[in-house]
């Protein structure tokens, strides 16, 4: 069909590229569930095999302290269940 997917490891690690900039713009001072981000992802680098590989770009943002989280909301893909909301680490890049 002609549609070419990533495999989750080359996804996963252009994925986290792409989300630094989208956070650094459209997040900037916004908080935002994993799922509006990851939306945002795939419009610029397309779906991943798996998209519970989504988890591992969020695990390496917040462990990399570029995000944090300290709240919860429903989320629309698990059927309002709560999810974390993140935002943004104040003056990341600023050092």
Same mark, same amino acid.
């Given at each position: 069909?002609?549609?070419?997917? @990533?495999?989750?490891?080359?996804?996963?690690?252009?994925?986290?590229?792409?989300?630094?900039?989208?956070?650094?713009?459209?997040?900037?001072?916004?908080?935002?569930?994993?799922?509006?981000?990851?939306?945002?992802?795939?419009?610029?680098?397309?779906?991943?095999?798996?998209?519970?590989? @989504?988890?591992?770009?969020?695990?390496?943002?917040?462990?990399?302290?570029?995000?944090?989280?300290?709240?919860?909301?429903?989320?629309?893909?698990?059927?309002?269940?709560?999810?974390?909301?993140?935002?943004?680490?104040?003056?990341?890049?600023?050092?």
């Amino acid at each position: 069909d002609g549609i070419e997917v @990533m495999d989750n490891a080359a996804w996963a690690s252009v994925a986290y590229s792409a989300a630094r900039k989208i956070i650094a713009t459209k997040y900037r001072k916004r908080v935002f569930l994993a799922e509006h981000l990851y939306q945002d992802i795939v419009k610029k680098v397309g779906e991943p095999f798996d998209a519970r590989t @989504m988890g591992r770009v969020i695990k390496a943002l917040s462990g990399d302290k570029l995000i944090y989280s300290n709240e919860y909301a429903p989320a629309r893909t698990s059927n309002g269940s709560g999810k974390k909301v993140w935002i943004k680490v104040p003056n990341w890049g600023k050092k």
